[in-house]
């Protein structure tokens, strides 16, 4: 059981941020974050070296290596892509596919952040090629 008091600070936050942001602030986040997810997943269909695992729905992205080799290196991909310090994704497994999952949360992500992110991966892919 949760003493009363502490359900109330817990709720603090959210309301602080309601105050400043308000309702349409909140929906305003949530479509930036959605929009960005629907331009990353275009961004990696167009580079060639990725597919998505699911249909982007809100902020999250699902999606692995192409080829047959893909699911052999996803695990080191990721590792050397948030060892960049720039990207931080996570592992998922999607339909017994070994998987990143990119979800877009922070409200000061930009359609640039999305560029950077698709060129650091075509680094880390490259340097994984020599």
Do not use: H
């Not at 070296?49 to 982007?56: G, Q, R, S």
């Not at 990721?78 to 931080?88: E, H, R, S």
């Amino acid at each position: 059981v949760v003493p009363e008091n502490s359900r109330r600070l817990r709720a603090l936050p959210v309301w602080f941020s309601l105050k400043a942001y308000g309702k349409e602030g909140f929906c305003s986040i949530v479509e930036n974050n959605t929009q960005l997810a629907l331009i990353f997943g275009n961004e990696l269909i167009e580079e060639g070296n990725f597919e998505l695992l699911a249909p982007i729905r809100l902020n999250n992205v699902c999606f692995t290596l192409k080829g047959e080799s893909g699911q052999e290196r996803v695990s080191q991909f990721l590792i050397k892509l948030n060892d960049t310090g720039k990207v931080f994704m996570t592992p998922t497994v999607y339909k017994n596919r070994k998987g990143i999952r990119a979800s877009f949360v922070n409200w000061r992500t930009t359609e640039e952040d999305v560029i950077l992110v698709i060129k650091e991966m075509k680094a880390v892919l490259e340097d994984m090629v020599v």
